[in-house]
């Protein structure tokens, strides 16, 4: 059984950091795209960043590149997002989500129907 667990969430002001992971069980983690989502309150869940099973080319959506940062830890099975200079915007639910197949060639989903596992994410609250 697969299961994918976020950790690192909190609440913190306008233009601080914070570190998100994600551990991934039940799976061979280093074969797997994975991505962050986010889903804002009473809206719908957006990618916020994915990157390929190699952990190569990563994808940010535009309103966090520059500030967020996402790694593929394949040694550690961890899944990292890193976030500086937060912005009450970025207030959401995060969540890690793990592609349905592996060996996805240089691709990571944008869309969540694109994913097969998640968590049951990590809430980000950025006050002003």
């Known amino acids: 059984q697969v299961q994918v667990v976020e950790s690192g969430g909190g609440s913190v002001q306008a233009g601080g950091s914070l570190r998100l992971s994600c551990t991934v069980s039940g799976l061979t983690f280093d074969d797997y795209a994975m991505a962050w989502f986010r889903q804002p309150p009473e809206k719908e869940r957006e990618v916020v960043a994915c990157?390929?099973?190699?952990?190569?080319?990563?994808y940010y959506r535009d309103s966090v590149k520059g500030r967020f940062t996402i790694s593929k830890d394949n040694a550690n099975k961890t899944l990292y997002l890193e976030i500086i200079s937060s912005k009450p915007e970025d207030t959401a639910m995060y969540y890690c989500?793990?592609?349905?197949?592996?060996?996805?060639?240089?691709?990571?989903?944008?869309?969540?129907?694109?994913?097969?596992?998640w968590g049951t994410g990590t809430q980000v609250t950025v006050s002003s």
């Open positions: 989500a793990v592609d349905r197949a592996p060996w996805t060639p240089n691709w990571c989903g944008r869309i969540a129907r694109e994913y097969g596992y």
């Open positions: 990157i390929t099973w190699a952990g190569r080319n990563p």
